[in-house]
């Protein structure tokens, strides 16, 4: 399984760099730094399927940095939840795949695109499930470190403990950039672990591109009702060599040359 | 009106398992009977509005029918791009209550002051927006809204006087009302507002005039036929507004005028709050004269019109 996972991977952000060079879009950095945590979601952990997709008792994920949307479509591609031909509209001027996910789109389940709206709609999400006694249905959300500077965030890591939502789980993409530097540098969020437990949330931390972490984390469940946050170290970029944990990983639109390189890197990954 | 609307959420909350009351930490004295009934489908969120308006969107998606009720600043302004997000783009099933819409808080100051929350959520897909003339509309209003699928604005006033219903029929969405027929002139108005417009065809009737007077409690979608045939068959048509009359009731009539058959024989006046009002406190009445919301101030400017 964790072989098959790690291929499973690799796919992903290969087609993931495949779709954003024929579209010429950036934030290639952003999706490869969650290729690793979406696979092992939708291939291992998340009851979701073709047949699955408009039952109420699913599991949903919701990409709160919708900038990474590259991954999301190359998931739910190989999930088998949007065809090729869709997946390949991604960016194209006749009206296809959106550089952000995009609620009409199968498999999505939230348009984000403007940071900081994810965690409150999964944690009404969340909660809708709770009062209709869907016991297993679960919301996996996944936010960005650089996220974590909109309020908005912060109003609903306040809200979920209280409201006992143990079928909430939050994945922070931990890369450390955002758009004009190190998150360090410009909102500081250290220690962001003491900060999601003083607000009453079970938190883990793991490397987010271990694929048998990722695995045991999305295991994790207490009893004491409340969510968890699972605060997963990437790297931006990771595994290619001219963006990885480097800002213009964010912007960059590849020549020719570089996605052949890129490509063969992440093949001998 | 706050309570009309209580009253009819439990109601439909009684028969709907779906329906889910939602407040920032506003309702006190008000909202309690819901609580009292229904504990596990009321949420008291705190004062976090953006969070109001997301949670209920998200909460949409699994079937529920979230209601969001703040003061109406607070439940549109703040959380705008919220509203826009995660409630518009999305069709979602939310019906956000916004209390104290127009100069209600008149002592609260601006921060309380609604003056442009119709403008603003006028540009929103899929949004219908409500102002209730009355209680009772307010009531028959919150049952219509529960069934109608997609987001809904209510605006709640300042109660009228009287409080109960000046329509005849009852509310529909999406429908004007013609309480008046008259000739010449033609009063259109929103919300409570009604109660001022039918005074002011009172007095006009004592100068001759005798005006139409056609009530639009549904503002989006609104009732163009109702307003296209009004504009054809007056010379004068009267806007009476507590919003501002940029963007409200006045600027959609305008945007219809300029459309009409009728557009070089007919005028629209509009008469509403001044968003660069000085005065910025003081009783709900002073108020209201002072943005020219008065049956004097009205009745003499469209005399004066009818004999220019």
Known sequence: MKADLKNLAKEVAITTLDISYKARVGHVGSS??????????????MNISKKS?????????????????????????????????LLYSFGSNEGGLCEHPEISTPGVEMSTGSLGHGLAFSIGIALGL???????????VLISDGECGEGSIWEAALLAPLLRLSNLMVIIDDNRWQCFG???????????????????????????????????????????????????????????????????????????????????????? | MRHAFVKALCEIAQKDERIFLITADLGFNVLEPFREKFPK????????????????????TTGHVPFVYSIATFATMRPFEQIRCDISLHNANVKIIGIGGGLAYSKAGPTHHSFDDIALLRTMKNMVIVD??????????????????????????????????LSTQKF???EGEEIKKGKSVAIMTTGTKLSLAISISHALKRHGIIPSVCQFSTINPIDTD??????????????????????GLGSIISDQLATSDNSHKCRVIKFGLNSTSKLTTGSYDVLMKYHGLSKEFIVKQIISHAKG
């Open chain 2, 132 to 165: 209730p003339c009355s209680q009772n509309q307010t009531y028959e209003a919150t049952k219509a809204i529960s069934i109608h699928k997609g987001p809904v604005y209510m605006r709640i006033e300042h109660d009228p006087d009287p409080p109960h219903s």
């Open chain 2, 41 to 60: 489908r009321f949420l008291n969120i705190g004062v976090a509005e953006a969070n109001l308006i997301t949670v209920a969107a998200g909460l949409s």
């Open chain 2, 226 to 247: 109702l307003i296209k045939k009004t504009l054809n068959s007056h010379r004068t048509v009267v806007s009476i507004e507590e919003h501002s009359v940029e963007g």
């Open chain 1, 32 to 45: 490869l730094s969650i290729s690793d945590i979406l696979t092992v979601l939708y291939f291992s952990k």
């Open chain 1, 53 to 85: 997709i408009n039952s109420n008792r699913r599991d949903r994920f919701i990409l709160s940095k919708g900038h990474a949307a590259a991954a999301l479509y190359s998931v739910l591609y190989l999930k088998g939840l949007i065809s090729k031909k």
């Open chain 2, 172 to 174: 529909r969405l999406g």
């Open chain 1, 182 to 269: 190190p998150t360090q540098k410009i909102t500081n969020l250290s220690p962001l672990s003491s900060k999601w437990k003083s607000f009453g949330w079970n938190v883990v931390e793991i490397d987010g591109h271990n694929i048998q972490s990722i695995v045991a984390a999305l295991k994790s469940h207490t009893s004491d009702g409340n969510p968890t946050v699972i605060i997963a170290h990437t790297k931006a970029g990771r595994g290619v060599t001219s963006i990885e944990n480097k800002q213009i990983g964010h912007y960059k639109v590849f020549s020719e040359d570089e996605y052949h390189r890129a490509r063969l890197e992440l093949l001998n990954l």
């Open chain 1, 130 to 140: 709770k009062s209709l006694r869907f016991i297993k249905s679960r919301v996996f």
